[in-house]
């Protein structure tokens, strides 16, 4: 139970944070930055208990890679969009309801930018956090939340930057996303934490 809390505790920052700078008055260009740093101060907070994965498709790509028990991956995706859920709510006490943004150069650029990062994502967390060659490092918090920020500033104009479906289903409900483009999200982010876990285990095939 302890780590599904941590789990809800880590999203909830990060998906309330996302909230809180990208809808009017927010953060404006500086977004990715708060974000990205949301996450590595609770990766740090949580990785030793649940391994900070704060993302449903991070926890797939940690279940395939094979340090992540099968019993934990349901309640683990369950915490992480409750707490979505309950990030997008609180929203509403502090910020007016977003605009949902449409796709400027279409749904193709978007997919495939979710799936880049989200591969980029798993790959990083896979190779700080899980192999044995990093084993105990200091350094997993920030890599993980550089990536985020990195592929924020990269794509967030093309897709909105979610990079994890516990962020698309807060973004969607805030009423940044359009329930319309949620499938592109789920395709994208679990297709790149599924090749992220294939590249993870062909490269490392000794850890």
Not at 26 to 48: E, K, R, T
Not at 166 to 194: K, P, Q
């Amino acid at each position: 139970m302890k780590k599904y809390l941590v789990e809800f505790i880590g999203t909830f920052f990060l998906v309330f944070t996302v909230g809180s700078t990208v809808i009017t008055p927010g953060a404006g260009a500086l977004a990715p930055l708060a974000i990205g740093a949301s996450l590595m101060v609770m990766v740090f907070a949580g990785g030793h208990i649940s391994g900070g994965h704060f993302n449903p498709a991070v926890t797939f790509a940690v279940w395939l890679r094979g340090h992540c028990p099968k019993r934990d991956v349901i309640p683990y995706w369950i915490a992480q969009i409750l707490a979505a859920f309950v990030a997008a709510w609180l929203i509403r006490f502090f910020k007016v309801p977003g605009s949902a943004q449409l796709l400027p150069i279409g749904v193709k650029a978007a997919l495939v930018a979710e799936f880049l990062f989200t591969f980029a994502l798993a790959w990083v967390v896979l190779n700080t956090a899980t192999a044995k060659g990093t084993k105990d490092n200091s350094f997993y918090g920030l890599a993980i939340g550089m990536t985020v920020m990195t592929g924020a500033f990269a794509v967030g104009g093309i897709s909105g930057g979610a990079f994890n479906p516990a962020v698309a289903t807060g973004i969607t409900l805030m009423g940044l996303s359009s329930w319309s483009n949620f499938w592109l999200f789920l395709v994208g982010e679990f297709g790149g934490a599924l090749v992220a876990a294939l590249a993870f285990r062909l490269v490392n095939s000794d850890h």
